[in-house]
């Protein structure tokens, strides 16, 4: 919490006269330590910018101020704690790890192995530090704060291998209440397990019209799940749980009609304003073989409320993803344009006003802003249509992040921004909304750890 309050601090001081007062360490030098610690940082994760490195580019702009490379090999996903440590989900080519670094540390203090298979389920941090991970099909693995050996690793409650789970992810408030969001065959659920014990308190049951995308939990222990809505030509919809309940007190679905397809992210919450985000985009295609045109929404709600007071449109963009907001409720929007490969990181301010664009010309796999303001812990999946061709609908997807999120009436599967290590092909949507195909070779070891079942 010192922390914290420091960090927040900082952002009463020009980012010039913080500068002055840090002294730069030499990048990866044993015992370094990252620079401008307590400024307001982004972190971001460029996979095709050589050498593998995750930059920490100052929230108000400018180059990175320090780059983190040790103990990285292809980094798939990251989030930082309210204490500023860096989680990172990494592929070494023969196995997944997490990595942490500890603040101000660019190389990682503890490497968990085991208890990792394909974390494809996410991860995410609770209220006393505790690790929470899902790996896809099981099992689902506690780590206590600095420890790199499961305190748990149960499979009570989780979709079993095979079933062919189309979306899993996790969150956690600060009651230590832990949701995870699964679609097995027999439809979607979000299981709650309390006081993060292995043992399922209530399930959640959604109706038959709801595909899930995403879910995170806010600091009143209210969950939040979008979905999919199949009545409305797959309109997003946002279900509204207080805690302890398995009944909605709100849903409702919200954006324009999709006229083909429509995407959108899970929910993020903004405890500075109390407002709850998720994004939405609509895609179109003339005919086959044209491109498509999107446009991406922010949507910014009123908890319990059903109308948005704020609406970001990003006309022929793609929106990558929910916003990430920084301890002052800014946002900041991951942006990437049709016709072209880059991306960029655009801020808002509270109000909604777009500010400038922080970042821009990179291909970025992964972005997460420090000191932040959002749910303390936030996990994604996402649902796309496999319609572009038919090797997407039957092969796992590849390492590569989906850059856009379809869905329609026809098909929803799920896309998993984590690499998927098989001899068989391996597929990927790209920014294009094509299907490219590829073979790897890679084996993954899985350890479950103790199991406590």
């Not at 999946?381 to 092969?395: E, I, L, N, P």
Request: charged letters at 15%; glycine letters at 10%.
């Amino acid at each position: 919490m010192n922390a914290l309050r420091a960090a927040v601090a900082t952002l009463l001081c020009s980012l010039t006269a913080c500068a002055t007062a840090t002294q730069p360490a030499t990048p990866n030098a044993p015992g370094a330590l990252r620079t401008h610690a307590t400024t307001p940082l982004i972190y971001l994760f460029d996979g095709h910018v050589p050498p593998t490195a995750i930059d920490e580019i100052p929230a108000t702009g400018g180059p990175p101020i320090e780059q983190i490379r040790n103990g990285l090999t292809s980094p798939g996903a990251g989030l930082v704690d309210k204490n500023g440590t860096l989680y990172v989900i990494n592929f070494t080519g023969a196995q997944y790890q997490i990595l942490e670094y500890p603040p101000s540390a660019v190389s990682p203090a503890v490497t968990i192995t085991n208890g990792i298979g394909f974390p494809g389920g996410g991860f995410t941090v609770g209220p006393m530090g505790e690790l929470y991970v899902l790996n896809l099909g099981g099992p689902l693995v506690k780590y206590d704060p600095g420890s790199a050996t499961p305190s748990y690793a149960t499979y009570h409650g989780i979709c079993p291998v095979g079933s062919g789970p189309a979306a899993e992810a996790i969150t956690v408030d600060r009651f230590d209440t832990l949701y995870a969001l699964l679609e097995c065959r027999k439809g979607a659920i979000v299981r709650e397990y309390d006081g993060g014990l292995p043992r399922v308190a209530r399930t959640i049951r959604l109706a038959n019209n709801q595909v899930p995308v995403g879910i995170t939990a806010d600091k009143t222990g209210t969950l939040y799940v979008t979905y999919f809505d199949t009545l409305h030509r797959y309109r997003m919809g946002v279900a509204e749980y207080a805690r302890g309940t398995t009944a909605p007190a709100t849903a409702f679905d919200f954006g324009p009609l999709p006229k083909i397809g429509s995407g959108g992210s899970g929910p993020v919450v903004d405890e500075v304003t109390g407002r709850l985000y998720t994004t939405f985009g609509i895609c179109t295609q003339v005919s086959s073989g044209h491109p498509w045109h999107c446009a991406g929404y922010i949507y910014g709600f009123r908890r319990g409320s059903k109308k948005p007071e704020i609406t970001i449109a990003a006309p022929r963009l793609h929106l990558l993803g929910p916003p990430r907001f920084d301890s002052n409720g800014n946002l900041y929007a991951e942006l990437n344009s049709p016709v072209s490969s880059f991306d960029s990181i655009w801020r808002y301010s509270a109000s909604g006003k777009r500010e400038r664009r922080i970042v821009r010309n990179r291909s970025l796999e992964f972005i997460t802003v420090w000191p932040n303001a959002d749910s303390a812990s936030l996990v994604r999946a996402s649902s796309v249509t496999a319609a572009f061709a038919a090797a997407c609908q039957s092969t796992p997807m590849s390492q590569s992040s989906p850059r856009s999120f379809l869905a329609n009436a026809r098909n929803a599967i799920s896309v998993s921004v984590f690499a998927m290590p098989s001899s068989a092909a391996t597929c990927s949507v790209t920014k294009s909304l094509s299907c490219s195909c590829s073979f790897t070779r890679a084996t993954a070891t899985r350890s479950n750890g103790p199991a406590t079942e």
